[in-house]
């Protein structure tokens, strides 16, 4: 059974910065691709940011410059920076590994606000 769990969400001003952890229970190598994907209060699950297996990465136009998605495969485990935070980027996080099939995170609250 594979497992993401998140991590890191929280409560930050706007122009901060954290930084999210989705910790994998087998090598991220393995998943074709891994994703972080955001839900806002009454809006659908959108994509923010994806790395593929060969390592190239995919952002949503909304965060492109100020997100950057990475990996330590010898922690089995895909990042999420996120710097120049704006309120418009609260929402619950997800980290998504795709493999014969999607799996999902629970999700981390990150909520952006003076």
């Known amino acids: 059974q594979v497992q993401l769990v998140e991590s890191g969400g929280g409560l930050v001003q706007p122009g901060g910065s954290l930084r999210l952890s989705c910790a994998a229970s087998?090598?991220?190598?393995?998943?074709?691709?891994m994703g972080w994907y955001r839900q806002a209060p009454g809006k659908q699950r959108e994509l923010v940011a994806e790395?593929?297996?060969?390592?190239?990465?995919n952002y949503a136009d909304s965060v492109k410059g100020r997100f950057t998605i990475s990996r330590d495969s010898a922690k089995n485990t895909v990042y999420l920076q996120m710097n120049s935070l704006k309120p418009e980027d609260t929402a619950v996080y997800y980290c998504?590994?795709?493999?014969?099939?999607?799996?999902w995170g629970q999700g981390t609250q990150v909520t952006v606000s003076s």
């Open positions: 790395i593929t297996f060969d390592s190239r990465t």
């Open positions: 087998r090598n991220t190598f393995t998943f074709s691709a």
């Open positions: 998504k590994g795709r493999s014969r099939g999607d799996y």
